[in-house]
């Protein structure tokens, strides 16, 4: 599968963005979906995941109440809606697929779990 983020921007603190991840390539359901994020100087870490039928969801602390992944199977298409943007948000922020067994044969929550890459979109939040 291959993988494009878009969405990206510019955006003053309590704002909001939604990013977009096409996915080419077959059988898009059978694909958990996350996204990831990296600060400048920081390692990138996990945002949120989405199981294949969008039954299942997970989110990093920093984000709960805030972000909101979902996908499209139709469009094969990943969203992330990110709304009360804060200041370290900012970061570059990249989707990923993986497929797995179950929701529960990986933790996904580790950029390991994730064979697939897209190459990034920047999100900037100002103060």
């Known amino acids: 599968v291959q993988l494009q983020a878009s969405g990206g921007g510019l955006v003053q603190a309590g704002g909001s963005l939604k990013l977009s991840c096409a996915a080419s390539?077959?059988?898009?359901?059978?694909?958990?979906m996350g996204w990831f994020r990296q600060a400048p100087g920081k390692e990138r870490e996990f945002v949120a995941v989405?199981?294949?039928?969008?039954?299942?969801?997970d989110y990093a602390d920093s984000v709960l109440g805030r972000f909101a992944i979902s996908r499209d199977n139709v469009k094969n298409t990943l969203y992330l809606q990110m709304d009360s943007l804060k200041p370290e948000d900012t970061a570059v922020y990249y989707c990923?697929?993986?497929?797995?067994?179950?929701?529960?044969?990986?933790?996904?929550?580790?950029?390991?779990?994730?064979?697939?890459w897209g190459q990034g979109t920047q999100v900037t939040v100002s103060s």
């Open positions: 990923a697929a993986a497929t797995a067994p179950s929701w529960y044969s990986k933790t996904w929550r580790r950029i390991e779990d994730y064979p697939y």
């Open positions: 390539g077959r059988a898009f359901r059978t694909y958990f």
């Open positions: 989405i199981s294949g039928n969008g039954g299942g969801r």
